[in-house]
């Protein structure tokens, strides 16, 4: 079972900035497409970005697109979330996720939560002053 560990939540800010970090055990790690999804108190979980395997691809949602940057060294096993301008309707938890290794990743596949097989526990961030 692969496991996904978070980390670099915390709380900031209006405009601050946090960078996640997710480590994976995948051992086929640099063949697995990544992804950060996010849960706000009371609403669904939610797609945020998404990474292909060799980092060529990213892909955000409308509400973080220039505003977060995701990134993967695949040397470290770890995929991060750079988020900046923060607001506080960014205020959630924050879970890492990964497909096996091996399965293709694409833009319309990458925003669906079904798509992942793997999944964090999650980091919270929040928001405020």
């Known amino acids: 079972q692969v496991q996904l560990v978070e980390s670099g939540g915390g709380l900031v800010q209006p405009g601050g900035s946090l960078r996640l970090s997710c480590e994976s055990s995948?051992?086929?790690?640099?063949?697995?497409?990544m992804g950060w999804f996010r849960q706000a108190p009371g609403k669904e979980r939610e797609f945020v970005a998404a990474?292909?395997?060799?980092?060529?691809?990213?892909w955000y949602a409308d509400s973080v697109e220039g505003r977060f940057t995701i990134s993967r060294d695949n040397a470290k096993n770890t995929v991060y979330l750079e988020m900046a301008s923060l607001k506080p309707e960014d205020t959630a938890v924050y879970y890492c996720?990964?497909?096996?290794?091996?399965?293709?990743?694409?833009?319309?596949?990458?925003?669906?939560?079904?798509?992942?097989?793997?999944w964090g526990q999650g980091t919270q961030v929040t928001v405020s002053a």
């Open positions: 990474i292909s395997w060799t980092g060529r691809f990213p």
């Open positions: 995948e051992g086929g790690f640099s063949r697995s497409g």
């Open positions: 996720a990964a497909l096996a290794a091996g399965r293709g990743i694409t833009n319309w596949t990458a925003k669906n939560r079904e798509t992942y097989d793997y």
